[in-house]
């Protein structure tokens, strides 16, 4: 709201375009009174910027009905984006004549009368108690009243219109995904002292999904270096905002947990390679792997989320995991842990013997100015002075009331599916955990037609069949998006593909005239037309990794022949070639280990000689290609070996043509036998 009184006329709002789902005082009766509010939030860094979330101008209709009167809520729980009644097809939208929200209306009616007749009839029976009894019991001697706590968990809060076409019928259009500058400028406004951002990171294309150089774009404390006197904590400007990397969808890249659990050391490796120079000297200790879909590690984080307190923010790119990883982690139905003893003991401490029996009676009385002590930890709590300027200048969203099951964000394969900060309080403010709109992760989807958009996510671990081989004057042809073809002429090529796309081996020649439309082929066509003159080269990824003891086989296994790899006449190099959001395609080749000395690099080319066998990616305006040390997934969960028991076996000898064979025999012996 503060950036629509930093403009200060109704023209240059016309022109920014700001959408009413993101500012609902767009109203001309609010513009007026827009330009005069002030700025009383704390930030985290001096520079004031904004928040810019726009879409296509649109005028506004005249007839429509007022939020406030319908009693729905004011942000969607399923994309966060504000309530409004103006615009059918944006986020945040109502459709006064759908059955669940006329439901709604009706049914939050009848809670509030019903609560208003219970909250009446407590009050009756306080006024005949004994006031000593009371005063024992912690209970207020003023009249009590419904509040939006009460409202919300006795009423099932519907969706919008767009949650609910995702949701139901799969279908809705994204949001403008924001800047990294609008991601600081909304965790710039917490309320809370403490802060952990989640850095949420998809296991599909890791590292692609990276932000770089965040912690410095959000002023978060620095990575803890190796050296044992690294500080362990730091204030920026009054707060503290630290950080942890989270990876999630684990179970995409082994069957089981303690296969993933022995990636770790690989993982924070591979991490280390794509955090460059400033992750050599860290400690990375605050990287995580988790799984939604399995539970793998979520019971853990979930109770970092609950100990830590403060504010808790989900940051990442679109498509990652977020929203589902939300729902995991977000401590549910402990609105009751709180130690009220403990809490009135604090507020007495702060404020002196003066403070009446019903300053915190109950969780939803609890002031916010209190520093709740948990467990021997503090964690951060609200400042009256944010309260009350909260949503009037504030760029988050106003807080729902809190409750102990809420309704959590919805998942969907949409990339943008939320469209503006979700905050859910939990603890009695205790803490909030925000889920943010995802950045932006390419635009991959805008060369696939729509039909096929959703065959671009990978949802299950792909389990390849075989592995390709790809020999001299062949490529490999991912769909018609992608074409991985060998600069070298002389080596055999093995391609394990871990992508939810089709894949065929093919001539260079065909593959080329396929990727241009030029050709038919059978992997189906899922790119737009026109798209094969934006196919170019992504550039020449090295097999430079090493893997001879991992794929040589039973000849370096220690259950078998136990050999070094140093001393076997051959070596097999390797490398992952990711593709944004869709996954990765695992490449090795086997060479000659007295190929690579006569060439003057031995062991591989430590010695910085470029005699690695390479590989060219096309791809589209040669984007949405990267490169990682080999994870060798498909000798960690490929294909499992059938048991003897169930091999198939030979199958018997046909006899008839040996009868024939017989025959013809004995026919020829006989004619010899008679001459």
């Not at 209306?105 to 006031?131: C, L, M, N, T, Y």
């Not at 410095?216 to 707060?239: C, E, I, V």
């Not at 977000?330 to 002196?352: C, H, M, V, W, Y």
Request: aromatic share 6%; with cysteine; hydrophobic share 35%.
């Amino acid at each position: 709201m503060r950036a629509i009184a930093r403009y200060g006329s109704t023209s240059s709002l016309t022109k920014r375009s700001i959408p009413a789902f993101l500012c609902p005082g767009l109203e001309p009766g609010n513009l007026a009174s827009l330009g005069r509010k002030r700025n009383a939030s704390r930030r985290l860094q001096t520079q004031t910027r904004r928040l810019q979330l726009h879409t296509e101008p649109r005028t506004l209709k005249q007839d429509y009905v007022p939020v406030a009167s319908l009693g729905l809520p004011k942000t969607c729980p399923g994309c966060g984006a504000f309530t409004q009644t103006v615009k059918t097809g944006d986020a945040g939208y109502y459709s006064i004549s759908r059955k669940s929200v006329r439901a709604f209306v009706a049914q939050r009616e009848g809670s509030i009368r019903r609560i208003s007749e219970e909250a009446r009839i407590f009050d009756h029976a306080v006024q005949k108690a004994d006031p000593i009894i009371l005063q024992s019991l912690g209970v207020a001697h003023g009249p009590v009243s419904y509040n939006e706590a009460m409202v919300e968990g006795a009423v099932n809060t519907p969706v919008c219109d767009r949650c609910h076409h995702l949701l139901h019928h799969h279908s809705g259009s994204s949001i403008v995904h924001p800047k990294l500058q609008s991601i600081q400028d909304i965790i710039s406004e917490s309320p809370y002292k403490y802060n952990h951002v989640y850095h949420v990171l998809d296991a599909a294309d890791f590292p692609l999904s990276l932000i770089p150089q965040i912690q410095r774009h959000l002023s978060l404390m620095p990575q803890r270096s190796q050296n044992r006197r690294a500080k362990t904590g730091k204030f920026y400007h009054g707060r503290m905002a630290e950080m942890s990397f989270i990876i999630t969808r684990s179970d995409l890249l082994a069957p089981r947990k303690e296969q993933v659990d022995g990636l770790m050391p690989y993982l924070v490796e591979v991490l280390r390679d794509a955090l460059g120079s400033a992750g050599r000297d860290v400690r990375l200790g605050n990287v995580r792997c988790v799984s939604s879909k399995r539970g793998w590690w979520t019971k853990e984080l979930k109770e970092a989320v609950w100990s830590r307190g403060g504010g808790g923010w989900l940051v990442g790119k679109v498509n990652v995991g977020k929203s589902n990883l939300f729902e995991c982690i977000f401590p549910k139905g402990r609105n009751e842990d709180i130690r009220f003893e403990d809490t009135r003991q604090a507020a007495s401490q702060a404020l002196g013997s003066a403070i009446s029996d019903d300053l915190v009676t109950s969780q939803d009385s609890t002031s916010p100015e209190i520093f709740h002590q948990h467990d021997g930890q503090q964690s951060g709590g609200w400042s009256g002075e944010h309260v009350k300027h909260l949503e009037e200048s504030s760029l988050l969203p106003p807080a729902p009331a809190e409750t102990a099951f809420p309704v959590m964000p919805i998942v969907s394969s949409l990339p943008g599916t939320t469209a503006s900060p979700i905050r859910l309080s939990f603890g009695g403010g205790r803490g909030e955990l925000i889920d943010l709109p995802g950045l932006s992760r390419g635009n991959l989807e805008d060369f696939v037609r729509d039909e096929h958009k959703p065959d671009l996510v990978m949802r299950h671990r792909i389990k390849p069949e075989e592995q390709l081989v790809l020999k001299p004057g062949q490529s490999l042809l991912i769909s018609d998006l992608f074409r991985i073809t060998p600069t070298n002429s002389d080596i055999i090529l093995l391609a394990c593909a871990f992508v939810p796309l089709k894949c065929q081996i093919t001539s260079t020649e065909k593959a080329t005239a396929i990727m241009s439309h030029e050709r038919f082929s059978t992997v189906p066509q899922i790119a737009h037309p026109g798209v094969g003159g934006k196919l170019v080269s992504a550039g020449i990824y090295e097999l430079r990794w090493d893997v001879t003891k991992q794929r040589a086989g039973p000849l370096t296994s220690s259950a078998a022949v136990d050999l070094k790899p140093q001393t076997l006449p051959f070596v097999i190099f390797s490398t992952d070639i990711l593709v944004e959001g869709c996954g990765w395609i695992e490449l090795a080749v086997q060479m000659r280990r007295r190929a690579l000395e006569s060439a003057g690099s031995e062991d591989g080319g430590i010695d910085g000689k470029t005699t690695f066998p390479a590989v060219e990616v096309f791809s589209p305006e040669g984007k949405f290609i990267g490169a990682r040390r080999p994870m060798n997934a498909w000798v960690l969960g490929g294909q499992k070996p059938v048991p003897v028991s169930k091999r198939k076996v030979r199958p018997r000898r046909s006899m008839k043509g040996v009868k024939k064979a017989m025959k013809l025999a004995k026919r020829v012996q006989s004619a010899a036998s008679s001459v």
